[in-house]
């Protein structure tokens, strides 16, 4: 059974720092043989792509709105996909979601239909 269990939202002012962490158990070719994409919901909002990294931690996407501020890594020996975010704004307010895909090809990462499992979600509450 694939289980993918983020942790690490939370409340924090504008301008602060948090880390979201996925930790993944049950895949079925390995941890190191996915990609891991993080996507974020807000409310009223569609799910949309966040940043993503591929299965051997070689390439990382994010999308514009993050560039600079938010850093996608992953420790392949733990199972575990990390999203640091910085600078964070009220805009990022969500919900957090990580996800995984078998090797998807480069240009499949921001596709939610790219990802077979999901996480159950982290609320990320950014106050100004």
């Known amino acids: 059974q694939v289980q993918l269990v983020e942790s690490g939202g939370g409340l924090v002012q504008a301008g602060g720092s948090l880390r979201l962490s996925c930790a993944a158990s049950?895949?079925?070719?390995?941890?190191?043989?996915?990609?891991m994409g993080w996507f974020r919901q807000a409310p009223g909002k569609e799910r949309e792509f966040v940043a993503a990294?591929?299965?051997?931690?070689?390439?990382?996407y994010q999308t514009d709105s993050v560039k600079g501020r938010f850093t996608i890594s992953r420790d392949n020996a733990k199972s575990t996909a990390y999203l640091y975010m910085n600078s964070l704004k009220p805009e990022d307010t969500a919900v957090y979601y990580c996800?995984?895909?078998?090797?998807?090809?480069?240009?499949?990462?921001?596709?939610?239909?790219?990802?077979?499992?999901w996480g159950q979600g982290t609320q990320v509450t950014v106050s100004s």
């Open positions: 996800a995984a895909a078998y090797r998807p090809g480069r240009t499949d990462y921001p596709s939610i239909r790219t990802y077979r499992y």
């Open positions: 049950g895949l079925t070719f390995g941890f190191s043989n996915y990609a």
């Open positions: 990294i591929s299965w051997s931690g070689g390439g990382t």
